[in-house]
């Protein structure tokens, strides 16, 4: 199942394609470069900048499990795009589609968008990404040993659990949603 949350405002517009088209742009961007085989399941998207031509951007697929998610995300740049394909994430910038980033994790298990703090939140099973209008915010340091539940988000603080693996318990921790660090 394919997401599209635009929770941010956005200068670009962009559709998931069931398959490659018969006419492609003649602009056309793989993400990552070099990937193998990254036609194999990967998500093709038609974005169209808010200035310039359209483009084709090929997303290679990261897993083939509807856990993980896959779909289209606004940034809070106005001109980022996130996509992700299979748990991989990658945050394109649409006017110069060769500006590209991917996050570090491999599968994002979530995508949260969260308005009030301009930030787009990645949850890995160990730690959360935060991506805010300049590009990466922050990244938490390890939260769980193997999955992150997020119970709460406040304007400043977001709250979970994670599994302690020398306790073989879950345990509560709390970020500050502008640093990224674990409040006492």
Do not use: N
């Amino acid at each position: 199942m394919r997401t599209t949350d635009l929770t941010f405002p956005h200068s670009w517009s962009a559709e998931a394609l069931e398959r490659r088209p018969l006419i492609a742009p003649a602009r056309q961007f793989v993400y990552p470069k070099e990937a193998e085989e990254v036609e194999r399941g990967a998500m093709e998207l038609l974005v169209k900048p808010a200035q310039g031509d359209a483009f084709l951007a090929t997303c290679a697929l990261g897993f083939a499990d509807p856990a993980a998610p896959t779909g289209i995300w606004s940034c809070p740049h106005p001109d980022w795009l996130c996509a992700v394909s299979g748990g991989y994430a990658y945050l394109v910038d649409t006017l110069e589609p060769q500006r590209w980033s991917m996050t570090p994790y491999r599968p994002v298990l979530q995508v949260r968008a969260l308005r009030e703090q301009q930030l787009l939140l990645f949850v890995g099973h160990h730690s959360i990404l935060a991506w805010g209008r300049e590009g990466q915010a922050w990244q938490s340091e390890r939260l769980s040993w193997e999955g992150i539940e997020i119970t709460s988000i406040t304007s400043s603080t977001l709250t979970g659990t994670g599994w302690d693996l020398m306790t073989d318990k879950d345990v509560a921790f709390a970020i500050d949603l502008r640093t990224g660090e674990r409040q006492s």
